[in-house]
C-alpha cells in the first residue's frame, strides 16, 4: 500500500463537491433542528390538546432509526398525493433536521426548566403577554444555559450526514466511494474524507468549549 498523491490530486474535485453537499445538508439540517426543537420543547408547556400530540410524534421520530426516515421522505412520501417530489438533498436535510429537532427540544426544555420559577412569577405579576413572557423573559434565559448542548449536536449531526448518500446525496464519503469503485483506489480518498471531518468538527468543538466557557462568566 503506497500512498499516491496523484489519486488525491484526481480525487479532489469530487471532494469539493462532496464538501459543499455535505455542509448545506449541515447547515438546513440545523436550522431547521433548532427551530423545531424549539418549537416542540415550547408546545410541551401548553395545553394537554398539544402537549400529547407533540409527544407522541417527537418519540416516535426519536425512537425510530434516521436512515428509516430518510428512506420515508425520500421514497414513501412521494407516493402520498400531493406530496411533492424531493430533491436527495432536500430530503437529507429535512431528515437531519427532523431527527435532531427531537434532541435540541430535550435540550430546550432542560434550558427553560432551568429558568427560576420566581421569573415566572414575575411575569404574570407585571402582566405580561404569554408572547412577551416567552420572548423578553424566558428564551434569553434559557438559550444561554443550552447554547454550548446544541453546538454539540451540530457536531452529531456532521457525523451524520454520511447518511444521507443512501438517497443519492453525494456528501464527502459518498463521493470517496464512488470515486474508489471507479478507480480502485480507496486508501487516498478514504483517508482524505477522515481528515476532512476532523479538520470541520475539531475546530468546532474548541469554538463551542470557548463559547461555553464566555457564557459562563455572565
Same mark, same amino acid.
Given at each position: 500500500?503506497?500512498?499516491?498523491?496523484?489519486?488525491?490530486?484526481?480525487?479532489?474535485?469530487?471532494?469539493?463537491?462532496?464538501?459543499?453537499?455535505?455542509?448545506?445538508?449541515?447547515?438546513?439540517?440545523?436550522?431547521?433542528?433548532?427551530?423545531?426543537?424549539?418549537?416542540?420543547?415550547?408546545?410541551?408547556?401548553?395545553?394537554?390538546?398539544?402537549?400529547?400530540?407533540?409527544?407522541?410524534?417527537?418519540?416516535?421520530?426519536?425512537?425510530?432509526?434516521?436512515?428509516?426516515?430518510?428512506?420515508?421522505?425520500?421514497?414513501?412520501?412521494?407516493?402520498?398525493?400531493?406530496?411533492?417530489?424531493?430533491?436527495?438533498?432536500?430530503?437529507?436535510?429535512?431528515?437531519?433536521?427532523?431527527?435532531?429537532?427531537?434532541?435540541?427540544?430535550?435540550?430546550?426544555?432542560?434550558?427553560?426548566?432551568?429558568?427560576?420559577?420566581g421569573q415566572w412569577e414575575a411575569a404574570r405579576a407585571l402582566?405580561?403577554?404569554?408572547?412577551?413572557?416567552?420572548?423578553?423573559?424566558?428564551?434569553?434565559?434559557?438559550?444561554?444555559?443550552?447554547?454550548?448542548?446544541?453546538?454539540?449536536?451540530?457536531?452529531?449531526?456532521?457525523?451524520?450526514?454520511?447518511?444521507?448518500?443512501? &438517497?443519492?446525496?453525494?456528501?464527502?464519503?459518498?463521493?470517496?466511494?464512488?470515486?474508489?469503485?471507479?478507480?480502485?483506489?480507496?486508501?487516498?480518498? &478514504?483517508?482524505?474524507?477522515?481528515?476532512?471531518? &476532523?479538520?470541520?468538527?475539531?475546530?468546532?468543538?474548541?469554538? &463551542?468549549?470557548?463559547?461555553?466557557?464566555?457564557?459562563?462568566?455572565?
Open positions: 500500500m503506497n500512498w499516491d498523491w496523484g489519486v488525491v490530486s484526481d480525487f479532489m474535485p469530487a471532494f469539493w463537491d462532496g464538501v459543499l453537499v455535505t455542509l448545506q445538508a449541515l447547515v438546513y439540517g440545523t436550522l431547521l433542528a433548532f427551530s423545531l426543537g424549539l418549537v416542540w420543547a415550547v408546545a410541551l408547556r401548553g395545553p394537554a390538546w398539544v402537549r400529547w400530540p407533540v409527544t407522541g410524534f417527537t418519540e416516535f421520530v426519536r425512537n425510530t432509526p434516521l436512515l428509516v426516515q430518510l428512506f420515508f421522505l425520500y421514497f414513501v412520501m412521494p407516493e402520498v398525493p400531493g406530496f411533492p417530489t424531493l430533491t436527495a438533498l432536500v430530503a437529507g436535510s429535512i431528515g437531519l433536521g427532523l431527527h435532531y429537532s427531537t434532541y435540541t427540544m430535550e435540550v430546550y426544555r432542560a434550558g427553560i426548566e432551568g429558568v427560576p420559577v402582566s405580561l403577554p404569554p408572547g412577551r413572557t416567552w420572548t423578553a423573559v424566558i428564551l434569553p434565559q434559557a438559550f444561554r444555559r443550552v447554547v454550548p448542548a446544541l453546538g454539540n449536536y451540530v457536531i452529531a449531526m456532521l457525523k451524520d450526514t454520511p447518511l444521507i448518500v443512501t &438517497i443519492g446525496a453525494m456528501e464527502m464519503l459518498g463521493s470517496a466511494r464512488v470515486f474508489g469503485t471507479e478507480t480502485f483506489n480507496y486508501m487516498e480518498p &478514504i483517508t482524505v474524507v477522515g481528515v476532512a471531518f &476532523i479538520v470541520i468538527a475539531y475546530p468546532a468543538s474548541l469554538l &463551542i468549549r470557548a463559547l461555553e466557557r464566555r457564557l459562563a462568566t455572565y
